[in-house]
């Protein structure tokens, strides 16, 4: 069974920027799709937000809002997914949660946290 555990989340002012983690476990890393998506408290209907996705031979799709400022690149070698965060705005606040989707099996982590104030 795949493990997902996210780090790297944090208070940061606006302008900053993070580096988020996904170290994953069991199953074969190299072959799923990752992606991280994010939760704000105020999003309608609690819903989750796509922020980006790798593919497993390395193609990468971003959201609008994060296109530019937002990087998702993937370390097979560590089963770890990173998501670089710069110019982060109070509208990046939001839990951020690793997902990995293989054949028909999806996994998600628990998500970490991402403040960002004004």
């Known amino acids: 069974q795949v493990q997902l555990v996210e780090s790297g989340g944090g208070l940061v002012q606006a302008g900053g920027s993070l580096r988020l983690s996904c170290a994953a476990s069991g199953g074969i890393f190299s072959s799923g799709v990752m992606a991280w998506y994010r939760q704000a408290r105020q999003a309608p209907g609690n819903q989750r937000e796509f922020?980006?996705?790798?593919?497993?031979?390395?193609?990468?799709n971003y959201s609008d809002s994060v296109k530019g400022r937002f990087t998702i690149d993937r370390n097979n070698a560590k089963n770890t997914v990173y998501l670089q965060m710069y110019s982060l705005k109070p509208e990046d606040t939001a839990v951020y949660y690793c997902k990995r989707t293989t054949g028909g099996s999806i996994s998600w982590g628990r998500g970490t946290q991402v403040t960002v104030s004004s």
């Open positions: 922020v980006a996705l790798i593919t497993s031979s390395g193609i990468t």
